[in-house]
């Protein structure tokens, strides 16, 4: 079992970059495909990008395509969400969350995920 801690949000501006980190509890980092997704008031859970195990693969939704970055430090059991020119509609909590242990498909769905981090707010004002 992995335990998952966010970290980085906070009040932006449109425009203003923000990074997201996301801490894995130590020992088995590597085993883990991982993404981040983001829910805004009314609205359901999004997918917004994911990496798998050893950080080869990437894959983004539409809307952060060119904006965002994901990225995994196994060295520190962390993975990081650079985010860039930023807008309004970004605002949400944005969660990170891992796989089961050596699976590399379906990253792009809640479903494909087994454990959660706590999430972390993101505000962009206009």
């Known amino acids: 079992q992995v335990q998952l801690v966010e970290s980085g949000g906070g009040l932006v501006q449109a425009r203003d970059s923000l990074r997201l980190s996301c801490a894995a509890s130590?020992?088995?980092?590597?085993?883990?495909?991982m993404g981040w997704f983001r829910q805004a008031p009314g609205k359901e859970r999004e997918f917004v990008a994911a990496?798998?195990?050893?950080?080869?693969?990437?894959y983004y939704a539409d809307s952060v395509k060119g904006r965002f970055t994901i990225s995994r430090d196994s060295a520190k059991d962390t993975m990081y969400l650079q985010m860039n020119s930023l807008k309004s509609e970004d605002t949400a909590v944005y969660f990170c969350?891992?796989?089961?242990?050596?699976?590399?498909?379906?990253?792009?769905?809640?479903?494909?995920?087994?454990?959660w981090g706590q999430g972390t707010q993101v505000t962009v004002s206009s």
């Open positions: 130590r020992g088995t980092f590597g085993v883990y495909a």
């Open positions: 969350a891992a796989t089961s242990p050596y699976r590399d498909f379906g990253l792009r769905a809640p479903a494909g995920y087994n454990y």
């Open positions: 990496i798998s195990r050893i950080g080869i693969s990437t």
